[in-house]
């Protein structure tokens, strides 16, 4: 018979599909959904040229999810040592072959599709700290020698971030790469050594940073120094949340917005005009969805056996939590403008599918969550 | 719970040091959460701080915030004919707007416009429906083309309506707009390609060239957009004007057409259902008319569009917006006799005084074709161009062959589309073996060559095409149509044509035989000017073949009507080209047109006075010759 395992498959997939934690994936619409009435609002009360867009992005991204949720977890933990190199090559290969725009060099172009290799790598990075646990005796973690695999991990491509420069991008992988070591054990003796050692690195590390990046810290500090060049951003940012008051000036008459005051309303400052005119209310609501698909990602992390699906949960949410964090954090003034977008809200296809695929690993561990490992199963390579 | 229970059975003596580590990681990770949890509620705090604590300071900040730039669209450039005249213009446009989120009532303040201007129940509608489906800062047009003393009157009553808006932008007018409708075109909102090309075209009020020259010159005429910076008040008015860049006007063009020789061909053709005529200026190329019937008035559909009236125009059963004068592709039957005469001449197939008898039916092995009328003998070509015998150039085309024949009609201009400015122009068939084997891929037929001998079969042209075919027999050079004249170009020189200038003399002899001479086709179309002959060729081609007889309805089954002409005889300055649609003969339907508009072009003698030359300062001397000539 042509089709004699059909059924075991099947059946396979039918037992996934009944394991996906459904109500996630409907908050994750959700917050998408907000998303698309957000961008339809930028356009003046228009589906052109956004919001069809990122629906658009949002189907192929829930069908990369879907694939990534759906494939064999032990994939992921064969290939995170290869898919992480390759991620690093690609990096360390735009400086040399990128593409320049905007004054930076992030993408690689193959004909008409261009490809952010940073965007592969705050995925891949994070399998690879997972696989690393995974298979380290757990009474090796508190030894120094243990830390420096992970450390390189989240230091080489911070290190090649920073240089195309991308600060933001940079501070998520050590943002990323601190969370999943503490979560994976490592001691506190660790954290609060690297804490004292930034403080007293931190001189040196402004001597180092582009005149660009040093005029937006300084202007964090003090906006008014220059309101109409980089501290237009911030202070116009922080005019519409605030003008925005409680419940909001409305659905599609926040003013600022639609008379053209913010820049990139529907990219990095979507927050800003979504409070604007839906008010505190409004913003609330939306963290709170956030908080609460944080939450979601926390027990799926607890609910897994292996310490690599732990941690490959556990890292996403972080990274989901750094983009909104960062992201809010610097349209309301409390961080230096580093140009993150709200994940799933802002309008971009790169951002929209590397989160979904981030998400379909959160939910590829759900849904493995009684799987273990043994190495010699997988092969001897890594 | 599974958890626990391996607790309690896993706890051995020996340290586990990997459920010690899964403990680890379940504290840690609700560490983690608990931590986020706190930052979102840093977020919150500090929303908090924005959105109602320091809400109302940030609110005034924001009203006083409204700074307003408007793209101010640029003035199209106008269109003028040879003489001068405007063809197409833009005027002002006084427009009345209402911004939705600044009116206290929108029905309140519409009802106050509405002593005014007139607002319809329809209006009323749409301008609701606009304010809720997008932002109420996007302003809504109310009425536009308003008259000067609603404008004003509008603009002294601003200040008390919050939320109104007068502006001017502009309109297109077209004049002599029937005649010059397929020449000029018409301009329309842009297309979705466009405005990804160029996202200023979404601008409201913004216009492309759709059809005619107002496409081909879009680029030229369009100018570039300027900026307009405003402040307004929390209530949307200008307070100051902040600065402006401004716009650049498009470029003016002039056209070869003389719009009086356009609009009498226009009105010649009006008793036929659709037929179309072209008349060039032989020496530089220039087209004076090029007429097509039915026609439309673009004014219809640029300004004040009514959707019932445009979907008519495009829906017209005679297809009003279609071009005949070079969309039309007909057989040109008899005309061609003048290709093939010169091609059997050139190819020396046939000699100058060489006869033939015309018995009124010629045999091709089994095939036979039939000649419109028995001639008899003593046809020489001369007299079978003057009479237009079939049989004679059935002959000359068998024994020269279809390659020869073909390579002759592209010398003279068939075949090709003219790069004039002129948009969808259709090319028409120059069929030859070659082509048959690539489009039709199947061999070429000897009876094939010896209908395209008279110009059936494969063979197709466009009126304007045959003109050119008409100009360049007359002057023996490649002349090539120009339909936009520039102060900067010089007259041009044609290069010569290869053929034998006694050749084509004999033709010419034989076309002037057709309009002057007894037993001609078209006799009865001679001018009426002393002294001044023109040279013409007749041609009825048939419609009708063994597969579609049935199908036609009596008017599609009528031949089609033409008629290619140059005049003076002896100092060729015009061409012509006439087709009446399934109008019947040439001689009775297609050569009196020409006729008459051959007279018309003589007598105004338009390619003899100087073009337009553009400014306005030329503008005064070009009237003042041309008062000057009509004393």
């Known amino acids: 018979m042509l089709f004699a395992q059909a059924p075991a498959v099947k059946q396979d997939l039918v037992k996934k599909l009944l394991s996906l934690n459904w109500p996630f994936l409907a908050l994750v619409t959700a917050i998408v959904l907000v998303g698309v009435a957000a961008l339809y609002s930028v356009a003046g009360g228009s589906f052109e040229p956004w919001a069809s867009r990122q629906v658009i992005r949002y189907c192929v991204g829930l069908a990369l999810l879907f694939a990534v949720a759906f494939s064999d977890i032990r994939w992921w933990l064969k290939g995170a040592y290869p898919l992480f190199l390759s991620a690093l090559v690609l990096m360390a290969l735009v400086p040399l072959i990128g593409v320049e725009s905007g004054g930076a060099r992030r993408w690689l172009g193959f004909g008409d599709l261009s490809f952010q290799p940073s965007e592969m790598m705050k995925i891949a990075v994070v399998l690879a700290i997972a696989r690393y646990y995974q298979w380290l005796a757990p009474q090796k973690i508190w030894r120094p020698d243990a830390l420096i695999p992970p450390l390189l991990m989240i230091g080489v491509p911070a290190l090649l971030a920073l240089s195309q420069p991308d600060l933001g991008t940079a501070a998520l992988f050590a943002i990323i790469g601190a969370g999943m070591m503490f979560l994976a054990g490592v001691s506190w003796f660790y954290f609060a050594g690297a804490i004292t050692g930034v403080v007293l690195a931190l001189p040196h590390a402004w001597e180092m940073l582009h005149d660009y990046q040093k005029e937006r810290v300084l202007t964090f500090f003090d906006p008014d120094r220059d309101p109409l060049g980089s501290g237009y951003h911030i202070l116009q940012s922080k005019i519409a949340i605030g003008s925005g008051g409680l419940s909001g000036k409305g659905f599609m008459n926040g003013t600022q917005a639609q008379l053209n005051f913010l820049p990139e309303k529907h990219t990095d400052f979507i927050f800003t005009m979504f409070s604007e005119e839906m008010g ?103 | 719970m599974s958890k626990s229970k391996a607790l309690h059975y896993g706890a051995k003596k020996k340290p586990d040091y990997g459920r010690k580590q899964s403990y680890r990681f379940s504290r840690r990770a609700l560490l983690v959460g608990g931590a986020q949890a706190g930052l979102f509620g840093l977020l919150g705090w500090r929303l908090h701080q924005l959105q109602i604590k320091e809400a109302s300071e940030y609110r005034l900040l924001s009203d006083e915030n409204r700074m307003m730039v408007q793209l101010a669209a640029p003035s199209r450039g106008s269109i003028r004919d040879r003489t001068g005249a405007l063809l197409a213009e833009d005027k002002e446009n006084l427009r009345l707007l209402v911004l939705p ?106 216009r492309a060239g759709r059809s005619g020259v107002e496409k081909t010159f879009d680029e030229q005429l369009r100018g570039t957009p300027g900026t307009q910076k405003f402040e307004v008040d929390s209530r949307g008015r200008v307070v100051r004007e902040l600065g402006a860049t401004p716009s650049t006007p498009g470029k003016d063009l002039v056209l070869s057409i003389d719009h009086h020789l356009q609009t009498v061909a226009q009105e010649r053709l009006k008793e036929h259902r659709v037929a179309s005529v072209v008349v060039l200026d032989v020496e530089t190329g220039g087209i004076l008319a090029l007429a097509s019937t039915p026609t439309f008035d673009p004014n219809d559909v640029v300004f004040r569009v009514d959707p019932k009236a445009w979907g008519r125009i495009a829906r017209a059963k005679d297809q009003p917006l279609q071009n005949r004068a070079i969309r039309g592709q007909y057989p040109p039957g008899s005309t061609f006799k003048v290709v093939t005469a010169l091609a059997g001449l050139h190819a020396g197939v046939i000699e100058p005084e060489e006869t033939m008898r015309c018995p009124g039916v010629y045999r091709l092995g089994r095939a036979r074709f039939r000649c419109w009328k028995s001639h008899g003998g003593g046809i020489n070509v001369h007299e079978a161009i003057k009479q237009s015998c079939d049989v004679y150039f059935y002959e000359t085309a068998k024994r020269m062959g279809i390659d020869h024949l073909a390579a002759v009609a592209r010398h003279l201009g068939l075949g090709r589309i003219y790069d004039c400015g002129l948009p969808g122009q259709k090319e028409g068939i120059i069929p030859d073996v070659a082509w048959k084997r690539t489009h039709l891929m199947q061999p070429w037929y000897g009876g094939e060559t010896v209908i395209a001998g008279i110009g059936q079969g494969f063979v197709s042209s466009t009126p304007l095409q045959l003109a050119v075919m008409a100009g360049r027999v007359a002057t023996g050079r490649a002349v090539l149509p120009k339909l936009v004249l520039s102060p900067d170009d010089p007259d041009p020189e044609w290069p010569l044509l290869q053929l034998d200038p006694r050749h084509l003399d004999i033709v010419r002899r034989g076309m002037i035989g057709v309009v002057n001479e007894p037993r001609g086709t078209a006799r009865r179309s001679a001018l009426k000017i002393p002294d001044v002959l023109m ?8 419609v009708v073949n063994a597969y579609n007889e049935h199908k036609l309805s009596p008017y599609k089954r009528e031949t089609h009507a033409l008629f290619v002409a140059y005049a003076p005889a002896d100092k060729p300055r015009y061409a012509a080209a006439c087709v009446v649609e399934h109008g019947g003969g040439g001689s009775s339907a297609a050569a009196p047109i020409v006729k008459d508009v051959m007279t018309e072009a003589l007598l105004r003698d338009a390619a003899k006075s100087p073009a337009f030359a553009g400014t306005s300062a030329e503008t005064i001397s070009g009237q003042i010759a041309v008062v000057g000539d009509g004393g």
């Open chain 2, 535 to 542: 040279a013409g060729k007749t041609g009825t081609s048939q």
């Open chain 2, 101 to 206: 989120a600044f009116c206290k009532s929108l029905p309140e303040t519409l009802d106050k416009l509405s002593h005014i201007v007139p607002i319809s129940r329809g209006t009323r509608d749409r301008i609701r429906r606009a304010a809720v489906r997008q932002s109420g800062y996007h302003p809504v047009l109310v009425a536009e083309g308003l008259t000067w003393r609603q404008f004003a009157l509008l603009n002294v009553l601003a200040p008390q309506i919050p939320g109104l808006r007068t502006d001017r932008s502009a309109y297109r007018k077209y004049h002599h707009a029937r005649p010059m409708a397929h020449l000029v075109g018409y301009v329309g909102m842009a297309g979705k390609e466009e405005v990804d090309l160029d996202p200023v075209m979404r601008l409201p009020g913004f």
């Open chain 1, 280 to 382: 505190f209310v409004g913003a609330i609501v939306l963290l709170a969805l956030y908080l609460l698909a944080l939450v979601f990602i926390t027990f799926m992390a607890l609910s897994c056996r292996s310490m690599f699906a732990k941690l490959v949960a556990g890292g996403m949410g972080l990274t989901l939590f750094a983009y909104v964090f960062i992201n809010v954090a610097m349209v309301t003034g409390l961080v230096p403008v580093v140009g993150v977008p709200l994940p799933l809200v802002s309008y971009g296809g790169t951002s929209m599918l590397t989160m979904m695929i981030g998400l379909g690993f959160v939910l590829n561990a759900h849904v493995n969550r009684r799987v273990t490992f043994r190495q010699a199963e997988l092969g001897g390579l890594w």
